[in-house]
């Protein structure tokens, strides 16, 4: 049984960094695709990045240069380093899987089978 945990989430001015974690408590597979959403209120839920078992990431382009996607294998977890955060980051942040096969891309919130119950980040100007 999968269960996502997020962590790490909270509140921090604008250019502040924070660390997102997702644990994975249940069972896994060689083959995943591992992803960050967010959604602000208001606002429609948003892809950020995913990275799969072959260790390719892929970002959003807003994110692009400021945010990184890693697992750690041996914790069963999966981490968003969130750098030069802005007020528009601000939203709740969701972590997502899918075990047993790729994921073409890692944006279509349709290809996950498991999500976190979410961790607020607000950045203030």
């Known amino acids: 049984q999968v269960q996502l945990v997020e962590s790490g989430g909270g509140s921090v001015q604008a250019g502040g960094s924070l660390r997102l974690s997702c644990e994975n408590s249940?069972?896994?597979?060689?083959?995943?695709?591992l992803g960050w959403f967010r959604q602000a209120p208001g606002k429609e839920r948003e892809w950020i990045a995913t990275?799969?078992?072959?260790?390719?990431?892929t970002y959003v382009e807003g994110v692009k240069g400021r945010f990184t996607i890693s697992h750690d294998n041996a914790k069963n977890t999966v981490y968003l380093q969130m750098n030069s955060l802005k007020p528009e980051d601000t939203a709740m942040y969701y972590c997502?899987?899918?075990?047993?096969?790729?994921?073409?891309?890692?944006?279509?919130?349709?290809?996950?089978?498991?999500w976190g119950q979410g961790t607020q980040v607000t950045v203030s100007s």
């Open positions: 249940g069972a896994i597979d060689i083959t995943y695709c």
């Open positions: 997502a899987a899918v075990y047993g096969r790729y994921c073409s891309g890692g944006a279509d919130a349709n290809e996950y089978n498991y």
């Open positions: 990275i799969n078992s072959v260790g390719t990431s």
